[in-house]
């Protein structure tokens, strides 16, 4: 990469590290003291504690970072002051990989919108996953729109090490990644009129299972606490458990086993007492369960909830996308000024992104291999995503794969047709 793109979008890393500096709160809150606890059990040479007690909330690929940090007992200042150098690099990231699908002016005005989308700015003061899995995300972008080159092999390798580590910090691109591999196969095997180039079939396989072989080391861990195949964590019947409600008044929403998940912010009666009335019953019976076996008696009783109320679970499924782009809504919890703020660039992100897939179905076969992999993934991400409970923040994760796939469907569909007529504006 030049320099001059690095320099190009300086500007940024200095927003961020302001954004750090104004956000941090030299104090452990929410998710941070998990992630801080699970780094010290790196250091002391375990992950989980032992059967039955385990703790698989999330995957270790966050905590390896936090280990040299916490092993000479760093500031926590310092760690989250990385969320700007992350954040950085996720827009320098986006652009190398847009400059060579669309033409300089769109590929500028894409990563000026990524580096401007403020709603990913919300955990940079914190300890927390989502700067550290922008980076991820968008390096493996990077690699991934790198394997057309004519040696391909160091960037199937080097992408399928990134994506496969993407999934040891969020889980979720685990199952994406079996799903991705799947389908893959599926292309190669039936050799179907989709398959324009075998050879990059073979090697998008390669960066799947290169992907899966990196967890292949941590699913055998959580096999041998848990006995379960393809066990990335012990967290999703907790999300399936309240994405199933099937009470009115209530979205599908996460909450945890006291119903306080909400009751953070003083200014805002806690409604945990609401939550109680319906849900009380069921955490009794789960809590006296050994941890082991918590995970799958929330998805029991989730489960059951979505035999006997499919329309109210699709309608949390509603919910949850609205959520997903918009924060709300939540049960029983008033409305924030901060809910409007997501509006204007989520909305703008929504309309293009359903532009984008309309444009690539009339004009599948038009749109390059690679880009229609990614456009997969983003969708089984969305789509996975969307049956447990979500929020903004498992949005924008992935919001850079998107913006990636929407410019260059617009370029080729549209910008690239205008741009014959020799406009001024787009030449």
Known sequence: ????????YLPFFFLYVLMVL????DAFSGDEERYYQFAQ???????SPSPPDINLWNGPGYPFFLVPFVYLGAPLILITLFNAIFQYLSVVLLYQSLKDYVFHKLATAI?????????????????????????????FLYLFTQVKAERPLKFV??????????????????????VMLALSLLQFSFKSKLQSK?????NFIGIFAIALLMNIPYLVYTYSLTGKLLYWGNSGGSSLYWMSTPYENEYG????????ANCHNPNIPCNAYLLAKNHQKDMDYILSLPKIEQDDAYKDIAMQNIRTHPQKYLQNITSNVSRLFFGIPISYYPQQFSTVLRFPPNILLLSVMVLSLGLWLLYFNSIPIEVRYLIFLSLIYLGGTSLLSAYPRMLYVIVPIILFWCGCILDKCVISPLKSTQSPILQ
């Open 253 to 260: 929403d996460w909450n945890n086993s006291t119903f306080t």
């Open 111 to 139: 990563t000026i919108f990524w580096g401007c989308y403020y709603i990913s700015f919300q955990e940079l003061g914190s300890m927390l996953t989502e700067s550290f899995s922008l980076f991820i995300v968008t390096l």
């Open 198 to 202: 075998p050879i990059i079939t073979r």
């Open 41 to 47: 059990n790196l250091t002391n040479g375990f992950y």
């Open 157 to 178: 390798i080097a992408s399928g090490i990134v994506l496969g580590y993407l999934a040891l910090t969020k889980i979720i691109f685990g199952y994406v990644i079996l």
């Open 22 to 25: 104004l956000l941090h709160d």
């Open 1 to 8: 990469m030049k320099l001059s793109v690095f320099v190009r």
